[in-house]
């Protein structure tokens, strides 16, 4: 075993060659792969979430849905069941071929497919059936891409809230998308305006799933634009960060060794807790135009006022982000996020007063995924190596947090408007829950950086041999 030593290539750079090569190399990546996953993230969201959007087009009344029996409610929650059930999988096969570049845009253009298809559902059926193939397909790309960020911890921060911003700007772009087709397009080939939101955002999505095959890279050992120097820095930057290689090649990815370790690791459980808090907290963004549509304004300027918070929460996000990776910190960047989420709730649940409700509106979308962003930065920093234990713990972590949306629809009916009081309570209830995990977890990681002090082995923080954590200066993020 190398230990932590540079390869020849990198050994004999000096320290300004290896700053500017180092330099050269993030932008090298940063410019082909951020770009398309943001765009490719602001799809999956659209795709995944216009049915919200839909509801105010007409697909109700179209497809005859049942309000008493939440048929509406159940078409939701239904493909976050497939989303669940496969994002363990897909992320094990991700890493277990090593191709994200193939693999993730393979999955969009069958999405987008999938989404465009539900133009022609014509009754009830159709649509859970649609529904669930959809998210069953989704379900690969974020913890994909959450796996697929090859950088170093002080970098991830700030990409993972750029990837997460697609999900966020889709929110803005997606109102005014809807207001116009909803305005302009209804009736047009004989089609209703929901028909037409599907089509038109599943075809663009195909569209970009053809152009992300030749733009993405892999990861650094099979991404074939990468000079043998490049690639050979970009292995040593994620070694010398943690203390151990990153994907090496297929042979070296055990499937269920991954699952099993971070099934072991008592901190992979009090992230999902933590992450499952703010998700379910979160889900209120799937419903959003239907909060925002009792504030008492007709269709189209309530798409239209789903847009500011939105905008608000892309800003308040990079900063928070920017700021959390500037600094080491992730514990005070999630909890005092959580705090102006919670006030939120609390307003929005407490008045029928049409300014402070829509304050409310504007905060708790920020408030809870200033928090998300950090602390997804915080599950890769805190299970940092093997790949397999991340991505297994990635999947497993989002997939269990996701599953909040299955009973959070059932919350949002129409009779329980326009206060929410329900939804607004649990989601107070969740975010607490989320503050506890992030103070328990902090404890955790604060204990054994103490042992790394003492140069105590611990396990978890991975490196290239027994008791180099303490020597190379390895720490948990807290």
Known sequence: MRGLRAPEIIARLTPEQRLELETRLRKKIDLRLLPMIILMYIMNYIDRNNI???????????????????????????????????????????????????????????????????AAVTNFGGLIAVRFFLGFVEAAYFPGCLYYLSYTRKELGLRTAMLYSGALISGAFSG?????????????????????????????????????????????????????????????????????????????????????????????????????????????????????????????????????????????????????????????????????????FILAAATTSLAPRYVAMMLMVPGVYCAFVVALAWISNTLPRPPAKRAAALALINAVSNASSIYASYMYQDWMAPRYVIAMSVNCGTIFMAMVAATVLRFMLVRLNRKLDQGVFVEGAINALPGEAAQHGFRFKV
Not at 64 to 93: C, E, K, R, W
């Open 52 to 118: 919200a959007a839909a509801k105010l087009a007409g697909l109700p009344e179209d497809l005859h849905l049942d309000a008493s029996a939440n048929q509406f409610q159940t078409a939701i929650s239904i493909l976050f069941v497939g989303y669940l059930l496969m994002q363990i999988p897909s992320n094990l096969f991700l890493n277990k071929i090593g191709k994200p570049a193939i693999y993730l845009p393979a999955c969009m253009m069958v999405w987008g497919v999938i989404s465009a298809a539900t």
């Open 176 to 344: 005014l998308i809807s207001a116009g087709i909803t305005q302009n397009m209804n009736g047009v080939r004989g089609l209703g305006a929901w028909q037409w939101l599907f089509i038109i955002e599943g075809v663009v999505t195909v569209g970009i799933s053809f152009i992300a095959f030749f733009v993405l890279p892999n990861f650094p050992r099979t991404t074939s634009w990468l000079t043998e120097e490049e690639k050979a820095l970009a292995i040593w930057r994620l070694e010398e960060d943690i203390g151990e290689d990153d994907w090496i090649d297929s042979k070296h990815q055990s499937l269920w060794t991954g699952a099993e370790q971070a099934f072991a690791d008592l901190k992979t459980w009090v992230l999902l807790v933590l992450l499952f808090g703010i998700v379910a907290s979160g889900s209120v963004t799937n419903f959003f135009p239907a909060v925002v549509k009792t504030l008492g304004y007709n269709n189209v300027i309530t798409l239209l006022l789903t847009c500011p918070p939105y905008v608000l929460c892309v800003i308040a996000s990079f900063i928070n982000a920017w700021h959390a990776d500037r600094t080491g910190e992730r514990y005070w960047h999630i909890v005092l996020s959580l705090v102006v989420a919670l006030v939120a």
